[in-house]
């Protein structure tokens, strides 16, 4: 029984790597649907990090999901270049970005961080829309090519959904091997008490930025994978809503435990699909959804599924 229980994530894996080719095979419609989940599970996994285990506050996420994507975009529409190639360079430029800002924003506490970040996303919306001619502006970029590897073209849904998925289980891998690194350790200890670990000599701030530096390197790897899924891009796309959104996946799901934000990600994407009759009002139901779990599941939807799994073990083990 404790072999099953270590070994219960492969279920999920199996059921991704299953659905297009049993139930989705022929539904290009929910294929797609789960690309952009997956999407934002890499986005939501990503925060976690900086926020679930190093504690530092980022209001502004979307930020660097808009530099991944225009990085991409603008470099695949106007220069020519490979989609992976560009995908590339949005991760360099972001890394940049977050190294630049990270040390002096990182140094603020609580409030202070959160609106330093929020006023990062609302500068990075600012200069694409003022930067017409090379982002499109508020009108948005088109004709954003498809991703193609080593010469196949990524144009069909099966192509994109197991592209994407594939990506999605990488950065979850490399988030638990990082949380399980001493490197991830000492993120930990910093959440948990940073006056404390900087008694024991720990560069709390060389931690932080490294943390950030790698939380928006993955939000840019999302915007890539966004901007060439989708073949059009616009500012809205990457607006402070969006950044909300990204925040109410983790905490919906369980921050601080890598597998709850992926819960969260997918439940809020498919849960439009089943509230459509009420999506006009979908920000105000993601503003009741985060206050009931923030109220009554501390722990989001994973703390659930643990205690559920718990339990089954339990009875299956007596």
């Known amino acids: 029984m404790d072999k099953i229980k270590k070994v219960w994530w492969l279920i999920p ?173 000492t993120l930990v200890a910093i959440h948990s008490d940073e006056v404390a670990a900087r008694t024991f000599g720990v560069d709390c701030a060389k931690y932080k930025t490294r943390v950030f530096v790698l939380a928006n390197v993955f939000a840019s790897i999302a915007g890539s994978l966004f901007a060439h899924s989708m073949g059009f891009i616009a500012p809205d796309d990457f607006g402070v809503s969006t950044s909300v959104n990204i925040l109410v996946m983790l905490f919906l799901g369980g921050i601080g435990t890598i597998y709850g934000p992926i819960l969260g990600a997918i439940f809020l994407k498919l849960l439009p699909e089943i509230t459509y009759l009420v999506q006009d009002y979908e920000l105000l139901l993601n503003g009741v959804i985060l206050i009931i779990v923030l109220v009554f599941m501390p722990k989001g939807i994973y703390g659930i599924f643990t205690t559920l799994r718990n339990r089954v073990f339990e009875k299956a083990g007596k």
């Open 13 to 185: 894996v199996v059921i991704i790597f299953l659905y297009p080719v049993t139930v989705g095979g022929k539904s290009a419609y929910w294929s797609g649907i789960l690309v952009f989940a997956g999407i934002y599970v890499i986005l939501a996994v990503g925060l976690d990090l900086l926020m679930g285990f190093t504690g530092q506050i980022s209001v502004g996420h979307a930020a660097f999901f808009a530099v991944g994507a225009y990085t991409s975009a603008v470099l695949t529409v106007k220069y020519g270049f490979s989609p992976v190639l560009a995908m590339f360079a949005g991760m360099f430029l972001s890394g940049i970005l977050a190294w630049m800002i990270g040390r002096p924003v990182l140094a603020l506490k609580e409030y202070y961080l959160a609106m330093a970040t929020l006023a990062f996303n609302e500068i990075i919306i600012t200069l694409i829309v003022g930067f017409e001619n090379i982002t499109g502006g508020a009108s948005g970029l088109r004709d954003i090519p498809p991703f193609s590897i080593f010469g196949l073209v990524l144009d069909n849904h099966l192509h994109y959904y197991y592209f994407v998925w594939a990506i999605v289980l990488i950065v979850i891998a490399s988030s638990v091997l990082i949380i399980r690194s001493p490197f991830g350790r």
